[in-house]
């Protein structure tokens, strides 16, 4: 593994042109071919889990599974609602519904109980989640029916116009974070670098990268399927990677070029780069793909879209840093040297980073390096505390399935949700009781099911005005009751409507009958039942992630002690960005500064997401840093100068890399769903934690506490010339003339 980047970097700076052909060649045959296949989205099947996904599977068994529905509301923009003009409207909107296609059933216009408004209710064909793609012609007919009663307001909404107004939204703060990150990232590249040319190579190289993914994530969707955030993951590790992957090998290259002396071609300088750097470029990529490869342990189809989309990026990411990148380093190799030789007088007195010569620590990172090189017992002890108490609300730690009702208020669906629910509380939630049962006893279902509805009527928790509605199926054989709940579905009260249902009622009437199978889903039942079915199988998740980071580190060191060490860094690094999370999103301080709504819990996906996804990017600076202490060791330095060299070497470039993730991730917490800003802030911030924190300061007290001990079983050089050294003076005597 160690020659396979150079010997890949010789051929793609030697056949340049080539390389750069077929780089862009295979990018437009991904997108291509992904445009051609389409994608594969997930259906309602991938969904289901637990009692409530069984539930689910009975009534989709006896063709009673859910519908998408939609709403129309009716009422008057100011005043006393028109009873008359009203019910003339419901007709108009109505018979306008039947007309279309993609209707399945209109109901009757239902007055509420106040009088204030009429509701219409339209059911579309086709299964729960294809409503958002067809619900375009139902919001067009409503609109032309506001047109024909200008004195009434007629709006709509539904689970599929709040899903299309929740894509769209999505689309538009994902605009808005590329606006955010490119330029930043831009900047950042062309304070390291000093010269534009090179700065937007690591951008091109990862968007490029990004854009094979997005390809390549429409093919696999047809063996995995893609629930919808796939793209989302694919945009934000994409260009977080894609950036620090051909960072960590241009400033490689460029310290190969200083130490140089302009006296070696640029063929061999990325020859030289690629020993090193693309070695660590390869691990910390196989890093990423293993550690985020244990969320399809998860047995969760968002989490295994999440999973596909970020191992497509980073193996196209790595990639690209092996063959392309050597091509363009040595197309633009010529100039960058020139203008290397013009600036490197400043440089070496002090850069923009105000780093000292062109091997020290900069200025700032000098001083964060200082305590742990004077005092490195110490710094450790107090940079552990520091972490552990960062890392202590998250004992408070609270989940959420976060529901429809957590949504942005931006969405207009979502506002007309809010004024259908105030009009209709019935409509807020729903628990869905099914029984399945050989067909001769379906009166005898009937009856215990109905016993079970009067029972919830009775029950405060339960919306005593409505009606339970009984549906059953055609063969006899399964039966669904629906009972409406006057609770937001994340609430208290809804949750311990379901409580009640499930513990007494359910099993006092319907549960009680022989033969017959009964479970209860709905909107609170699947979001509980997914919450536990996460937290079921997040310790195996994280304890194979435990594993899989040991060996991973193990492998590319060769040091258990290294393998354990990584893993503690890693879990410090973890436990006190979710710590931070719990602090700032769990409370409602921080509503107003980051524009949010408190769901009073942390979304459930986001803590296992965030220790995978950080366990695979914190090795990103772990390889890059420990390789370059090791480049040290292996050298016969002692080991105290060999970290705090390989450090002060690497701070640079390690810094600029978190700045670049840091913003990348940064930019989600501008984003509208609350859930997506959870994980922007929690990755945001476990990133600076460990660039600043964990980097120089944990890892450099421990490595300098542990000696020699850290790099136990590895054996020091043999006298002569290492094998870097020996490949530098063959390219020497092969290129420089």
């Given amino acids: ?26 990018v437009v045959l991904c997108l291509g071919a992904g445009i051609a296949a389409g994608t594969d989205e997930a259906t309602t099947e991938d969904y289901r889990v637990g009692e409530a996904g069984r539930a689910e599977a009975i009534a989709a068994e006896g063709g009673l599974e859910r519908r998408p529905v939609e709403h129309v509301l009716i009422h008057s923009a100011s005043g006393r609602l028109d009873a008359a003009a009203a019910a003339a409207a419901a007709r108009d909107v109505a018979a306008r519904m039947r007309a279309l296609p993609g209707v399945a059933e209109v109901a009757e216009p239902v007055r509420s109980q106040g009088g204030e408004a009429v509701r219409v209710s339209v059911v579309l064909k086709g299964p729960e989640l294809e409503g958002k793609k067809n619900v375009v012609p139902l919001l067009e007919q409503t609109a032309q029916a506001q047109a024909a009663h200008p004195g009434l307001i007629v709006e709509e909404t539904g689970s599929p116009s709040v899903s299309k107004g929740v894509n769209e939204q999505r689309g538009a703060d994902l605009a808005l974070s590329e606006r955010i990150t490119l330029p930043v990232t831009l900047v950042t590249l062309l304070l390291v670098f000093g010269s534009v040319v090179t700065a937007c190579v690591p951008l091109l190289l990862a968007l490029s990268s990004i854009a094979a993914a997005l390809g390549l994530s429409m093919l696999v969707s047809h063996l995995v399927p893609d629930a919808g955030v796939g793209t989302n993951m694919i945009l934000l590790i994409g260009l977080a990677v894609g950036v620090d992957y051909t960072l960590f090998h241009l400033e490689r290259e460029r310290e190969e070029r200083v130490r140089g002396g302009g006296r070696l071609a640029p063929e061999a300088l990325v020859e030289l780069a690629a020993a090193t750097a693309g070695r660590a470029v390869v691990v910390s990529g196989l890093a990423v793909i293993v550690s985020t490869a244990t969320l399809y342990l998860a047995s969760d189809v968002i989490f295994s879209s999440l999973a596909t989309g970020t191992i497509l990026v980073v193996a196209v990411a790595v990639a690209s840093s092996l063959t392309v990148l050597p ?13 290397a030789e013009r600036g490197a ?70 506002r007309v949700h809010d004024r259908l629910t105030h009009a209709f509380p019935e409509l ?54 629906e009972l409406a709940v006057p609770f937001p579905a994340s609430s208290a009260e809804a949750i311990a409507s379901l409580d009640h249902l499930r513990r007494s009622h359910l099993p006092a009437t319907v549960g009680s009958l022989a033969g017959a199978e009964s479970a209860v889903s709905g909107d609170v039942a699947r979001g509980r ?44 690094s973890a436990a006190a960005s979710l710590g931070l ?15 949010f709504d408190s769901l009073g819990a942390i979304a459930s996906r986001v803590p296992l997401f965030l220790f995978v996804i950080l366990f695979g990017l914190s090795m990103d600076y772990q390889v890059f840093v420990v390789s370059r202490i090791q480049e040290f060791v292996r050298a016969g330095m002692p080991a105290r100068e060999a970290v705090l060299a390989g450090i002060g070497r690497s701070a640079r470039v390690v810094t600029s890399a978190a700045v670049v993730m840091v913003t990348v991730f940064g930019a989600f917490v501008a984003l509208h769903l609350t859930e997506m800003k959870q994980m922007g802030f929690c990755l945001a911030v476990a990133v600076l934690l460990d660039a600043v924190v964990v980097r120089l300061m944990v890892l450099p007290s421990a490595l300098l506490l542990l000696r020699d001990t850290a790099w136990w079983p590895l054996k020091r050089p043999r006298p002569g010339p290492r094998p870097r050294l020996r490949l530098r003076l063959r390219l020497r005597r092969a290129i420089v003339g």
């Fill in 1 to 26: 593994m160690n020659q396979l980047p150079v010997r890949m970097a010789r051929w793609s700076a030697r056949h340049a042109r080539t390389a750069i052909a077929g780089w862009f060649a295979f």
């Fill in 345 to 414: 007088g400043r440089r070496a007195s002090k850069d923009r980073f105000g780093r000292r010569g062109a091997d020290g620590p900069g200025r700032v990172v000098g001083a964060l390096l200082r305590p742990a090189q004077r005092h490195p017992a110490l710094t450790l002890g107090l940079s552990v505390l520091l972490m552990l108490g960062l890392a202590a609300p998250a004992l408070g730690l609270r989940l959420v399935d976060p529901g429809k009702d957590t949504f942005s208020r931006d969405i207009p669906a979502m």
């Fill in 327 to 339: 091509a363009l380093l040595v197309t633009i190799g010529r100039r960058a040297e020139r203008r």
């Fill in 581 to 595: 999370l719990v602090a700032v999103f769990q409370g409602t301080w921080a509503e107003g500064l980051l524009a």
């Fill in 529 to 572: 039942d997914y919450v536990a079915h996460e937290r079921s199988t997040l310790p195996l998740v994280i304890g194979l992630l435990l594993l899989a980071t040991f060996l991973m580190t193990l492998w590319a060191f060769r040091s258990p002690v290294l393998g354990l060490l990584g893993v503690v860094l890693n879990l410090l």
């Fill in 428 to 481: 807020l939630t729903r628990h869905e009781v099914v029984t399945r049962a050989a067909p001769d006893r379906a009166a005898e279902v009937r009856r215990a099911l109905a016993d079970l509805g009067r029972r919830a009527q009775a029950d405060p928790l339960f919306a005593a005005g409505a009606e339970p509605v009984l549906r059953g199926s055609a063969d006899g054989r399964t039966t669904v009751l």
